[in-house]
């Protein structure tokens, strides 16, 4: 099993920074793909990024391209998600989740952590 605990989260004016960590519990940690997802009030769960195991791999929502940067330490069982020129619509709470395959479907995912807010003002 994993269990996942997302850190990072806060308010940030529109065009700042802010980086996420997701510290995860377990030695088979470097086994699992994990992903990063979002939902917004009275919205679905998003797909946001996702990073392969061995970080080798990864894959971008069109909407955070050139802005978001995901990578992964094994050796700290660290994920992190690096968010630059943040904009009010990126307003949601970040969960990370973990799974033995990459995918961009969250009910593939069978882990995921409490979340964390992430507001940006305009």
């Known amino acids: 099993q994993v269990q996942l605990v997302e850190s990072g989260g806060g308010l940030v004016q529109a065009g700042g920074s802010l980086r996420l960590s997701c510290a995860a519990s377990?030695?088979?940690?470097?086994?699992?793909?994990i992903a990063w997802f979002r939902q917004a009030p009275g919205k679905e769960r998003e797909f946001v990024v996702v990073?392969?195991?061995?970080?080798?791999?990864?894959s971008y929502a069109d909407s955070v391209k050139g802005r978001f940067t995901i990578s992964r330490d094994n050796a700290k069982n660290t994920v992190y998600l690096q968010m630059n020129n943040l904009k009010p619509e990126d307003t949601a709470v970040y969960y990370c989740?973990?799974?033995?395959?990459?995918?961009?479907?969250?009910?593939?995912?069978?882990?995921w952590g409490q979340g964390t807010q992430v507001t940006v003002s305009s």
């Open positions: 377990g030695r088979t940690f470097s086994s699992y793909a």
């Open positions: 990073i392969s195991w061995n970080g080798g791999s990864t």
């Open positions: 989740a973990a799974d033995h395959t990459a995918t961009v479907v969250a009910a593939t995912y069978d882990y």
